[in-house]
């Protein structure tokens, strides 16, 4: 299919960006890498009346550390990330290297930006579970002005956020406090968005965890923090079995929805699997 007729506007900056999205209305649609959008337009899930480019926006794209704090700018690509060679951005943000790897096959990898995929809000993205799991600041600008807000209050459902028609997104802000941050997913091919994933962040002190955070995605409209699961890590020794226990109770605390690809139950089971082994990876780093 090819999409439905809509005006094609171009923004060299980001203040060009929101005056065009606030002229066109709230039907526009921002375009960055397209790699979810241009499906969508063929498909006709979306009829945008008119489609903004940003992805000319140079002052978008970029990695920079400030203190305790990796800034992304949104039209940063995954292999930019992928391939960063800062060794600042390597010491404590190495994790997300890891996870660039993950997301699609490599032509999508050279074309798709963090803030493309954050704004899109699949709940099995690789950037949108790392954006939860760490408590980032999502940054939004309109005409109005900047606003920041939580991962946590960013994700509202399926494909849903905080972001106004006339904001687009700007700017991710990661914390550097995790030291040792893991991503495990399942799919049945290389490259296809993952069925179930799980993402971890601890502190050890000598042998005992004080301080753990699990996520998963794939199991509910957003993804979701387990509270079982962190609550029964803190204060335990990283043993075979505290990992294996943190992984059931992560999947006690989830009712993953059922299609084509897996049931129910077999996204739960791939919980607990997930979660034990991604535990298991954070520790050995």
């Known amino acids: 299919m090819k999409p439905a007729p809509f005006a094609y506007r171009r923004a060299d900056t980001t203040a060009e960006a929101v005056t065009l999205l606030a002229d066109e209305g709230d039907e526009a649609k921002i375009l960055a890498g397209g790699q979810s959008l241009v499906p969508m337009l063929n498909f006709r899930l979306v009829r945008p009346t008119a489609l903004i480019d940003v992805s000319r926006i140079d002052a978008l794209r970029y990695l920079s550390r400030d203190d305790d704090v990796l800034r992304i700018g949104a039209l940063t690509r995954h292999l930019d990330i992928e391939r960063s060679a800062d060794p600042r951005i390597r010491a404590d943000f ?14 999508i990898r050279t074309a ?31 005409l109005r002005g900047r606003r920041s807000v939580r991962a946590s209050d960013f994700f509202s459902g399926y494909y849903e956020t905080a972001l106004e028609p006339d904001e687009i997104l700007t700017e991710v802000r990661l914390p550097a406090r995790w030291s040792r941050v893991a991503l495990r997913e399942f799919a049945r091919r290389s490259g296809d968005f993952a069925l179930v994933s799980a993402a971890v962040a601890v502190e050890l002190e000598g042998d005992v965890f004080v301080a753990a955070r699990v996520a998963l995605g794939g199991v509910a409209p957003k993804p979701v923090r387990v509270d079982l699961a962190e609550q029964a890590l803190v204060g335990s020794h990283p043993t075979d079995e505290v990992l294996r226990q943190a992984g059931r109770l992560a999947a006690d605390d989830v009712r993953p929805p059922a299609d084509v690809h897996g049931s129910s139950e077999y996204r739960t089971k791939l919980v607990a699997v997930l979660v034990e082994q991604a535990l298991r990876k954070a520790v050995q780093r």
Request: charged share 20%; proline share 4%; with cysteine.
């Open 112 to 142: 798709g930006t963090m803030g493309g995929s954050l704004a899109h809000a699949d709940p099995s993205a690789e950037w949108c579970l790392l954006a939860l799991l760490l408590d980032a600041e999502i940054e939004m600008t309109s």
């Open 94 to 107: 190495g994790y997300l290297r890891d996870a660039a790897k993950l997301v699609g096959h490599y032509p």
